[in-house]
Antibody
Framework: QVQLVQSGAEVKKPGSSLKVSCTAS????????INWVRQAPGQGLEWMGS????????YYAKKFQGRVTIIADSSTNTAYMELSSLRSDDMAVYYC????????????????????????WGKGTTVTVSS | QSVLTQPPSVSAAPGQKVTISCSGS????????VSWYQHLPGTAPKLLIY???QRPSGIPDRFSGSQSGTSATLDISGLQTGDEADYYC???????????FGTGTTVTVL
């Protein structure tokens, strides 16, 4: 089974950028979706975005659009999440997770049947933002 | 502010059953499949249910999911002390073109 190994803890200054890596071992995530999820202290899980490497498709939560970039390098089985213009409320544990993102069947008026879930998770990367 | 609403907490005695609800809308739960996750402090979340009712390999059948209209439910029967954790529903929101999580529910075993 695929295991995800994330890069180590980071301490960043406000206004700087963060780049977290996530490497798959024991398999490939080329045909899967790679998601990034974070949890701030005392808060719930927050989906940030995902990439499906085989299609080159990315999706981002509206909250992070313009600040987050997710890329995948299939030659090294590694995904990266870059978050810019860091603020104190970006302090969180950041997780990568693979799974399935099928955005559903669409007619001219409706979309239905999307299947989106995350079955394998990394251990998380703790990010501190402090001046 | 999540588009999926869960009760903040539920509790029951060991051996009993708890039910966690997840309320959404037609752009998410009403037309798409739901997943459920267990999250213990200091660990990575674990997938319990996917596609409304399916359990990944290794997840006991004490955990079951269902969906009706714009709501989904996770049942945990035969409650054990090891089930104390936070539980989140998740799905795809077609209007947002984004994944979404519920607000999370803390399960306490009395």
């Amino acid at each position: 089974q695929v295991q995800l190994v994330q890069s180590g803890a980071e301490v960043k200054k406000p206004g700087s950028s963060l780049k977290v890596s996530c490497t798959a071992s024991g398999g490939t995530f080329y045909t899967s979706a790679i998601n990034w999820v974070r949890q701030a202290p005392g808060q719930g899980l927050e989906w940030m975005g995902s990439i499906i490497p085989v299609f080159g498709t990315t999706y981002y939560a509206k909250k992070f659009q313009g600040r987050v970039t997710i890329i995948a390098d299939s030659s090294t089985n590694t995904a990266y999440m870059e978050l810019s213009s860091l603020r104190s409320d970006d302090m969180a544990v950041y997780y990568c997770a693979t799974g399935r993102t099928f955005t559903g069947h669409c007619t001219s008026t409706n979309c239905y049947g999307a299947s989106h879930y995350m079955g394998v998770w990394g251990k998380g990367t703790t990010v501190t933002v402090s001046s | 502010q999540s588009v999926l609403t869960q009760p903040p907490s539920v509790s029951a005695a060991p051996g009993q059953k708890v039910t966690i609800s997840c309320s959404g809308s037609s752009s998410n739960i009403g037309n798409n499949f739901v997943s459920w996750y267990q999250h213990l402090p200091g660990t990575a979340p674990k997938l319990l249910i996917y596609d409304n009712t399916q359990r990944p390999s290794g997840i006991p059948d004490r955990f079951s999911g269902s969906q009706s209209g714009t709501s989904a439910t996770l049942d945990i029967s035969g409650l054990q002390t090891g089930d104390e954790a936070d539980y989140y529903c998740g799905t795809w929101d077609t209007s947002l073109s984004a994944g979404v999580f519920g607000t999370g529910t803390t399960v306490t075993v009395l």
